[in-house]
Nanobody, 123 residues
Framework: QVQLTESGGGLVQTGGSLRLSCAAS????????MRWFRQAPGKEREFVAG????????DSADSVKGRFIISRDNAKNTVYLQMNSMKPEDTAVYYC????????????????WGQGTQVTVSS
């Protein structure tokens, strides 16, 4: 089992940047496909970005392409989400997902979840 702890959320103005981090406990971090999801008030949780086990493959939702970048450091058991040119519609709780089952970087989240971190973009 793995425990995930997100950090880096907060309040940012439109056009600003934030970097989210998700630190995983335990060993064997490299066996997990890692993804970020988000959920805005009154909306369903949605896929944001995913990265393969060795970091070689990434994918992101159309709504964040060109603005958000996912990366990972297996030596530090951490996955990151760099968010640039942020918009008010990026406001949501962001969740980290560690999936030991599927290598697909873009799919529904399975496995383990963090507690979420709030991101608010002011207009």
């Amino acid at each position: 089992q793995v425990q995930l702890t997100e950090s880096g959320g907060g309040l940012v103005q439109t056009g600003g940047s934030l970097r989210l981090s998700c630190a995983a406990s335990g060993r064997s971090f490299s066996i997990y496909t890692m993804r970020w999801f988000r959920q805005a008030p009154g909306k369903e949780r949605e896929f944001v970005a995913g990265i393969g086990r060795d970091g070689g493959r990434t994918d992101s939702a159309d709504s964040v392409k060109g603005r958000f970048i996912i990366s990972r450091d297996n030596a530090k058991n951490t996955v990151y989400l760099q968010m640039n040119s942020m918009k008010p519609e990026d406001t949501a709780v962001y969740y980290c997902n560690a999936d030991p089952f599927s290598p697909a970087v873009r799919t529904e989240g399975r496995g383990y979840w963090g507690q979420g971190t709030q991101v608010t973009v002011s207009s």
